[in-house]
């Protein structure tokens, strides 16, 4: 043991010491050798001149212990390879060794187990173990006495070595933090004064912090010279070692004895506010948030991450960069509505008048909101709000109509647009890692909003992206799912709220681009385009009334004539909605507002013809029907975004090779309507009265028009099958007749979309027969009475119907073309 390192009982050990030094050493045998018991060392290894306190427990090193105390006391240390052996054998002990004397059995209190020796050892010389003697019950062996090889001291490379030894061990010493001045002084005048450099050696080493292995090291090396070059190199890595932790104790002071400036500096500030009368207002702070949290009713998971985080948030100096992210954290859990709600207005009466004042038509969405309030008029616990998507053309109406929802309801309304919404943050929000983190998009509406049960309305939810960010169509599954939005989970945040009170509505314009998995968890309610007549309606009851306050006219200053405004609607709008309606109503206002502030005569009463003078020429015309009968022209009813329309289609034969063209921006369905309807007329020629051969001898042009107009879908297939017929029979074809469906191969007529809209696009352009497939029927019951009674309805189920319906008899001066062959034939 190091020298200096003394204790309470310094004199005690001392003595014990001195009473070892006297016992004598044991006389190797002839061969230089000594038998002698083995005491193990685990994690311990002893160089000759050292001193130890160990406790000895292990049975075998008891008997072994217990036999040197009756005879000389003395004993081999020999190392165990793995501490963690309990019995080891022989092969587990390192064959070099120390000869080592003990002391009798010492008082310590801490020796409360039975059998467990507290004693003193002293190592003397190196051995080698040369056989084992005895396993059973404790080791004997038969070890050599291995004699130091001692060098010449005057030889140029021990003295430098002894030199470099002692200045290095010299620095340490100086190193050490707890080595008080005098002693260091005496170790180091004891060493320079030792000649024998074998004890000079291993009494240096002594003083390091070996490890396991560099002390067997030095415990093998027998050859002095090459034990103190061994030295060298341990002595300058703990030199290294040592002065690197005085750097970092440095730097660990510094930094205690400015937090401790800091901290006095805090008290005389706080005791200067104090004496000022302003107290503390760091603490003050903290005192007031933990009120927040107290009153403001929080769940208890939420409770509990709050305390804990204002615990957190205590803690810290109020110059901290952390406070401010714990601060904002704190501020977002109690400025979100967890438990503050408007009460419904559950009066039925109420919410229908309110949604038929603000809109018209829409009876789907109407009704299935007052079925919601019926609902909650029955059960008032009822936390299973429906997740609508109101989807339709642009200008339905679909944004309003959650507005008048959230009106009827008596409930807040907020809204945002996922037009474009990339990044999954923006639903989830940021993790409280990232530099700005802030909660997503719903829980900063529902902050705005201040309750827990608004109508949030979701825009555009077709148009959402997806990148390299995450995808917030999936995000958006958690929250529109009833099941699991009672628990939603916001990155920022990370407990879980409660949006089941939320009636969500979303709105999109095209279904065919929202996730499968996401339109499964709403109820979809389709906003079909306005027809003329619901336009006609909405212009005069919200349009024409709005726009005239807001050209600052008087309601009794203009009308608009039924006339005008089927014009306007006609010739100069071409939309599902109402959003281009009310903007050239409010061009007109607005130049009869621009006349009465010039002090000009203006009209009061807005006629069809006054319509053209003030918005100039038409901007669009609508397709009227037919005024005659024509052969190889039928009439389509086609359905587009901006409502129904006619579409004739035209077939003409020409002398050729049987070749087929097909022009007018066709799609690849439509397209294939055309192979199709052909196919029916060739296979069906003779129940036509088409000769057999004559398909060889012309060429088939059909030609939709509107060719700049992209056009695709089924339901052509009956009238251009009607067209090819008309061409090939030479029969006319009803000018008064439109006509829809999708045809097969054999003829059947298939049902197909868009009926409501056709119908009265039909009833539009003056057609007075509209054939539909028979299944779509069932169709007609969204159509308005007045144009069901205006229109001859008929159900076809076979292309032959159709062909008796809408085919007049071939006029006397007309036949269909004919093969120049087939004519000589006649002729023959």
């Known amino acids: 043991m190091n020298p200096w390192d003394e204790d309470a009982n310094l004199h005690y050990i001392h003595e014990a010491l001195r009473r070892l030094s006297e016992l004598p050493e044991l006389e190797p045998d002839e061969e230089g050798s000594l038998i002698l018991p083995v005491l193990p060392f685990r994690g311990l290894v002893l160089l000759p001149g050292m001193w130890r306190l160990i406790k000895v427990g292990r049975p075998f090193s008891v008997l072994a212990l217990e036999a040197a105390w009756a005879s000389h006391r003395t004993l081999i240390a020999l190392i165990q390879r793995d501490p963690e052996v309990e019995n080891p054998g022989p092969e587990d002990f390192e064959p070099y060794g120390v000869e080592i004397v003990v002391s009798e059995p010492l008082d310590d209190p801490e020796d409360e187990e039975e059998g467990v020796y507290s004693i003193l050892v002293q190592a003397r010389r190196r051995v080698q173990v040369l056989e084992w003697l005895q396993t059973e019950p404790f080791f004997i062996v038969r070890a050599q006495v291995l004699a130091p090889i001692q ?17 290095l061990f010299q620095q340490i010493l100086q190193a050490h933090p707890q080595a008080p001045a005098q002693q260091l002084a005496e170790a180091e005048r004891y060493l320079r004064q030792l000649e024998d450099l074998d004890a000079f050696t291993d009494m240096i080493a002594s003083g390091l912090r070996l490890s396991t292995e560099d002390a067997l090291i030095l415990l093998r090396t027998v050859d002095v010279v090459e034990r103190m070059r061994h030295l060298v190199q341990l002595l300058a890595h703990e030199l290294a070692v040592r002065q690197l932790e005085q750097e970092i104790q440095e730097r660990v002071q510094e930094e205690i004895n400015r937090f401790q400036r800091e901290t006095y500096l805090r008290e005389q500030m706080k005791a200067i506010q104090n004496e000022l009368g302003e107290g503390d207002l760091w603490h003050r702070e903290i005192r007031d948030l933990r009120e927040r949290i107290e009153k403001k009713g929080l769940p208890e998971e939420a409770r509990r991450v709050a305390l804990r985080e204002l615990e957190r948030l205590s803690q810290l100096p109020p110059m901290s960069p952390e406070v401010s992210v714990l601060r904002n954290y704190l ?51 009822h936390k299973r709000p429906p997740i609508l998507c109101f989807v339709g053309p642009p200008g339905t109406g679909k944004t309003s109509m959650g507005r008048s929802i959230a009106q009827a309801l008596g409930r807040k309304f907020v809204r945002i647009s996922l037009g474009g919404v990339r990044d999954e943050a923006e639903i989830r929000g940021h993790r409280r890692t990232y530099v700005g983190a802030l909660p997503g998009r719903i829980l900063q509406t529902l902050k705005r909003a201040g309750t827990v049960n608004p109508v949030f309305m979701l825009d555009e939810i077709d148009k959402l992206g997806a990148d390299y960010r995450g995808d917030p169509a999936a995000a958006l599954l958690e ?13 920022y945040l990370e407990i879980p709220y409660d949006l089941s009170r939320v009636l969500f509505i979303t709105t999109a314009n095209t279904l065919y681009t929202i996730p499968p998995a996401l339109l499964d968890r709403m109820e979809v309610i389709e906003f079909p385009g306005y027809v003329e007549e619901e336009k006609l309606a909405i212009a005069r009851r919200y349009l024409i009334p709005r726009q005239i306050e ?11 004539t039924e006339a005008a405004i089927r014009r306007i609607i006609r010739e100069y709008t071409y939309e599902a909605g109402v959003r281009n309606l009310e903007r050239t109503i409010g061009r007109i206002c607005r130049r009869i507002a621009r006349l009465k502030a010039e002090g000009k005569r203006y009209p009061t009463r807005i006629t069809e013809q006054l319509v053209e003078r003030l918005l100039g020429p038409p901007e669009y015309f609508f397709n009227k029907a037919e005024k005659t009968d024509e052969v190889g022209v039928a009439i389509a009813l086609a359905w587009t975004e901006n409502g129904g329309d006619i579409m004739p289609v035209e077939v003409l034969l020409m002398e050729g090779k049987g070749n087929l063209q097909i022009t007018g921006q066709i799609g690849s369905v439509m397209q ?46 009956v009238p251009i099958a009607v067209a090819l017929a008309s061409a090939f029979t030479g029969r006319p074809v009803r000018h008064e007749v439109g006509m829809t469906g999708e045809i097969t191969l054999r003829g059947k007529v298939l049902p197909v979309g868009g009926i409501r809209e056709k119908v009265l696009a039909a009833h539009r352009a003056g ?42 008899e071939p006029k006397p001066d007309t036949s269909p073309p004919r093969a120049a062959d087939e004519r000589d034939e006649e002729e023959a």
């Open 151 to 167: 060098p010449d001291p005057t030889s140029p490379e021990v003295q430098a070595l002894r030199h470099q030894i002692l200045k």
């Open 331 to 381: 501020d977002w859990i109690l400025d979100l509505p967890w438990n503050e709600e408007t009460p419904d207005n559950l009066d039925l009466r109420h919410a229908a008048k309110v949604l038929d004042e603000n809109h018209y038509g829409l009876k789907r969405a109407k009704e299935r909101i007052l079925e919601y309030i019926a609902v909650l008029s029955l059960r008032p616990k």
């Open 479 to 491: 929250v529109l799912d009833p099941e699991q939005n009672a628990e939603f989970s916001d990155h």
């Open 550 to 560: 807001e050209s600052g006219l008087a309601a009794q200053e203009i009308r608009f």
């Open 672 to 717: 294939e309507s055309v192979y199709a309807a052909l196919s029916y007329v060739r296979a069906h020629s003779r129940e036509l009265g088409i000769a057999a051969h004559v398909y060889d001898k012309i060429d088939i042009h059909v030609h939709i028009p509107e060719g700049a107009v992209p056009k695709d879908g089924p339901s052509a297939g």
């Open 767 to 808: 057609l007075r027969t509209v054939l539909l497939p028979e299944r779509n029927l069932k169709d007609l019951q969204d159509v308005p009475r007045s144009v069901r009674e205006s229109l001859q309805v008929i159900g076809v189920k076979h292309l032959d119907q159709v062909f008796e319906l809408a085919l007049r």
